[in-house]
């Protein structure tokens, strides 16, 4: 909807623990909701499980049709920690332990007397070529190669993580966004919204009632064009005052 | 990683509202821990735009690769409710407001003496040939077409019409599950899972650390040969023991 040059991204978390459902995503919210103050606009998410060539797939899909990818889950040590391996297999990168990870495991596991074995080697595996992504959490590393970033799924590491990727890459104009609270039913506004909407261009107008809340329907609405987006909200805010209600506008 | 002749499905969440972390998806879980006990095993999940060609090209590509796909999100009364008209053009079937679909909101707006207007009439567009789905909650009808199901995406909505769906698809083998939940650090014992897992061919064996939680690590075991899954976990609670731990499990 938005005219905006902003670069684009998709999110793709690797994890059959949130396909079977014992795991609530927690990482795909927090991710689209950072990516959107940076002006970069999430614009699929994928979940695939940790099968090789479903991950393989789906990256090179992603990878080659927006400008960043994120993903989560599947750099541990376990057996189902494949992530790595794929992500290299999808750029055709050799991978293997790499000294300069396998420094940064070293030197924490050896503060702390736990063993750098041979499972836990499996995290310093990093294709070539790739930067290395700090995690200051529990030290094993994510990395970057081409547009791809490769996260823990570990909603405290993923975040710790993002703020490293932050540093590399470029944002966009920052998504603006006002809301219109109101206690309106959606069909007595649909129509006119949608008038409002071909109107503004560059604004994305969204309608969300929500299930026994007040105030029950949440009109929002974003873009990166300050006046554009504030004329919008006003036009909407007008729309549910003919209808005798004031708007709470944020 | 299972053997068993499963039903397999994809759940295609539409809507720029989980895109710019603005709302918290909760269907996702819900469908797949649901599917899960119904022996259906959810393979991929996507989250997509209110954008036509995002909605028709994800959901091509989806219904051609599993046994059902499940949407939500999209089916209101507004103008980014597009979900209907897309679903349509996937399947390259006529779509217009249909009889059945009208007299249900004709009598639900009636009692309530709301009108139906042009905006909620967008509710009763429904593709040719598709099976309506119940909606007890605010009667606006999900719909089946082939092998796809439309639902809304207010959860309280798609839970109920979920209902509904249950009855028009077919289960598999009910996937169940065991876990061995200990704390034990996620690096000592994943060399040895690795062994059992290669043991078990139709169990999948998934290690989960948790973070600041008691216990810290829970080691999940899914599938659906009872006897397999009995006899991995107890060698997965066997690995803990030998490690001086009594895990418990469940």
Chains 1, 2 share one sequence.
Request: proline residues 6%; glycine residues 8%.
């Amino acid at each position: 909807m938005s005219a905006a040059p902003s670069p684009t991204a998709a999110i793709l978390v690797i994890g059959n623990e949130i396909l079977s459902g014992s795991t609530q995503d927690a990482n795909i919210a927090y991710i689209a909701k950072h990516m959107s103050q940076r002006g970069v606009r999430v614009m699929e998410v994928r979940v695939v499980a940790d099968i090789p060539a479903a991950i393989v797939g789906a990256l090179n899909a992603l990878r080659d049709t927006y400008t960043y990818v994120f993903t989560t889950g599947g750099i541990g040590p376990t057996h189902d920690d494949i992530t790595a391996d794929c992500v290299a297999l999808a750029f055709g990168a050799a991978i293997d332990v790499r000294d300069d990870a396998r420094a940064i495991l070293q030197a924490y596991y050896d503060e702390r007397g736990v063993p750098l074995n041979e499972a836990r080697l499996r995290m310093a595996r990093i294709p070539d070529g790739a930067k290395l992504i700090d995690n200051p959490v529990s030290a094993a590393p994510g990395f970057n190669i081409g547009n791809v970033f490769v996260m823990a799924g570990v909603p405290k590491i993923m975040q710790a993580m993002l703020l490293h990727v932050d540093t590399m890459i470029e944002g966009g104009a920052p998504v603006l966004s006002k809301t219109v609270a109101c206690n309106q039913k959606e069909g007595d506004v649909a129509f006119e919204l949608g008038d409002i909407q071909k109107k503004y261009d560059g604004v994305d107008i969204g309608s969300y009632p929500r299930d026994g809340q007040k105030p029950s329907l949440l009109l929002i609405l974003r873009g990166t064009d300050a006046p554009a987006l504030e004329a919008a909200a006003n036009d909407v805010a007008d729309l549910v005052r003919k209808r005798g209600e004031e708007p709470a506008v944020s």
